[in-house]
């Protein structure tokens, strides 16, 4: 049925504009820093997320669902994760390229299959623990950094991996939180879990920066003409990263999500102008077949 291939478009989707938001959020780092940087996804992504709940609830007709606590509590940690999880792929933009940062955190799915059967007994398949394997020995690859390399390629593979881990918890979370509201129309539940994911890290990170960096938050308000495109972007994602994690399974979801590669190496080589070694396309080329492995095991 075309219903049940739904998910592979809202992936696609959010993948696309995801691409779209890291690469203005990478040139933002460069005035605002990582943490205001960071922030830009969800203080500006917020006001876009609110707009399409309301007009989601208005064309189909269901306001959102009365939250309870395990809901906010499986929303929260998601929301958690995923500050860190940004703040990880940013600082791992500015030490190494845009495409290999974001390949790096493109681990994700094997941290996910592994979170997914300890958070949701969601156990992987024979031939996609297999896909683990291809995908990790494609991330070793790529990351092992050359004879008398710098520690900085270390740190910035730490937190690459890292960032795919945070991800990977997030996504787990939010699909958790998710699937915790009562039954009903799929897309306002995922609405719904988005603008309170977006609402608890606008508040947390706002709160972190009046404390302890008001001039990044000033800076971060006096840039909202380059910002709001980003929020605009990281909303837009989010919401179709949302609606794909309310009607399939997270491993599914972010398996596909490799396809984020592909539109990051575009960017990379046509924006960035940065290039690609031939042991980067070699890693790339075995977490692509690694997670795509563990799409079809995960059937």
Request: glycine share 8%.
């Given at each position: 049925?075309?219903?049940?291939?739904?998910?592979?478009?809202?992936?696609?989707?959010?993948?696309?504009?995801?691409?779209?938001?890291?690469?203005?959020?990478?040139?933002?780092?460069?005035?605002?820093?990582?943490?205001?940087?960071?922030?830009?996804?969800?203080?500006?992504?917020?006001?876009?997320?609110?707009?399409?709940?309301?007009?989601?609830?208005?064309?189909?007709?269901?306001?959102?669902?009365?939250?309870?606590?395990?809901?906010?509590?499986?929303?929260?940690?998601?929301?958690?994760?995923?500050?860190?999880?940004?703040?990880?792929?940013?600082?791992?933009?500015?030490?190494?390229?845009?495409?290999?940062?974001?390949?790096?955190?493109?681990?994700?799915?094997?941290?996910?299959?592994?979170?997914?059967?300890?958070?949701?007994?969601?156990?992987?398949?024979?031939?996609?623990?297999?896909?683990?394997?291809?995908?990790?020995?494609?991330?070793?690859?790529?990351?092992?950094?050359?004879?008398?390399?710098?520690?900085?390629?270390f740190a910035s593979t730490a937190m690459g991996l890292g960032s795919g881990a945070g991800f990977a918890l997030s996504a787990v979370f939010y699909r958790g939180?998710?699937?915790?509201?009562?039954?009903?129309?799929?897309?306002?539940?995922?609405?719904?879990?988005?603008?309170?994911?977006?609402?608890?890290?606008?508040?947390?990170?706002?709160?972190?920066?009046?404390?302890?960096?008001?001039?990044?938050?000033?800076?971060?308000?006096?840039?909202?003409?380059?910002?709001?495109?980003?929020?605009?972007?990281?909303?837009?994602?989010?919401?179709?990263?949302?609606?794909?994690?309310?009607?399939?399974?997270?491993?599914?979801?972010?398996?596909?999500?490799?396809?984020?590669?592909?539109?990051?190496?575009?960017?990379?080589?046509?924006?960035?102008?940065?290039?690609?070694?031939?042991?980067?396309?070699?890693?790339?080329?075995?977490?692509?077949?690694?997670?795509?492995?563990?799409?079809?095991?995960?059937?």
């Amino acid at each position: 049925m075309l219903s049940d291939w739904m998910w592979v478009a809202f992936t696609l989707i959010g993948a696309a504009a995801q691409t779209a938001r890291n690469s203005m959020q990478k040139e933002l780092t460069t005035t605002l820093g990582t943490v205001g940087a960071t922030h830009v996804r969800f203080l500006y992504g917020l006001p876009f997320a609110l707009l399409f709940l309301g007009l989601i609830s208005i064309f189909v007709g269901t306001p959102p669902s009365i939250l309870d606590p395990a809901f906010l509590v499986w929303t929260a940690a998601g929301g958690m994760t995923q500050i860190i999880a940004t703040g990880l792929l940013l600082a791992a933009m500015r030490m190494r390229s845009f495409v290999v940062a974001i390949t790096y955190s493109k681990i994700e799915p094997v941290f996910v299959l592994l979170f997914a059967a300890i958070f949701l007994q969601d156990l992987p398949t024979h031939l996609a623990a297999a896909g683990v394997f291809i995908a990790t020995s494609g991330v070793v690859a790529m990351s092992w950094p050359a004879k008398g390399a710098a520690i900085g390629a270390f740190a910035s593979t730490a937190m690459g991996l890292g960032s795919g881990a945070g991800f990977a918890l997030s996504a787990v979370f939010y699909r958790g939180g998710i699937l915790d509201l009562p039954d009903g129309s799929f897309v306002v539940n995922a609405s719904t879990t988005l603008c309170v994911a977006l609402a608890v890290q606008s508040a947390t990170i706002t709160a972190y920066l009046l404390i302890a960096d008001r001039a990044v938050l000033r800076a971060l308000l006096a840039s909202w003409r380059a910002s709001a495109p980003a929020g605009f972007c990281g909303a837009f994602a989010s919401q179709f990263w949302f609606l794909a994690f309310a009607v399939q399974s997270a491993s599914l979801v972010r398996a596909l999500a490799l396809v984020e590669i592909v539109f990051a190496q575009i960017i990379s080589r046509r924006i960035f102008r940065q290039s690609t070694s031939a042991k980067e396309y070699a890693g790339i080329g075995l977490i692509t077949a690694g997670v795509l492995v563990i799409l079809l095991g995960s059937r």
